[in-house]
């Protein structure tokens, strides 16, 4: 009983601990809507509900992002998602990003997206095969 104790005081002060490693990330910047893409409502809909927490700069935290270790993965899957695809500066892209964005976003679509840990914690951004459909029929695009 005292090892256990003893783990488990080891265990929460390293939990507190890591509570002091910053993290880089900014949970809100400012949306230009010139900038953001311009998509038929239904398809927006579908990008806020399901994409935009981590492809656009409106995403808004839940209360455990800000708690270690969560917060790094977090932050992590946040800024790669926005390097990848930024719906909130979709005009800043040129006609060829633009372009292959949405062959991207087809495939993405197609195979991967939203990534399954998200929607474990966040069920309402699963995408229906109908949408799904209708995402890739919008992108005008081909399968790889």
Known sequence: MVVLKTIFKYLLGFFILIQVIPISYEEQKKVDSALEMKAPAEIMGVFKRSCYACHSNETVLPWYSHVA?????????????RQWLNFS???TYSVEEKD???????NAVFVAMPLRGYVSMHPEAELTPDERKMIRDWTG????
């Not at 917060?71 to 800024?79: N, P």
């Open 69 to 81: 270790p969560f917060s790094w993965s977090i932050s992590r899957h946040v800024d790669l998602g």
């Open 89 to 91: 500066t979709w005009e």
């Open 100 to 106: 292959k964005k949405m062959g991207e976003i087809y």
């Open 141 to 144: 695009k081909a399968p790889f």
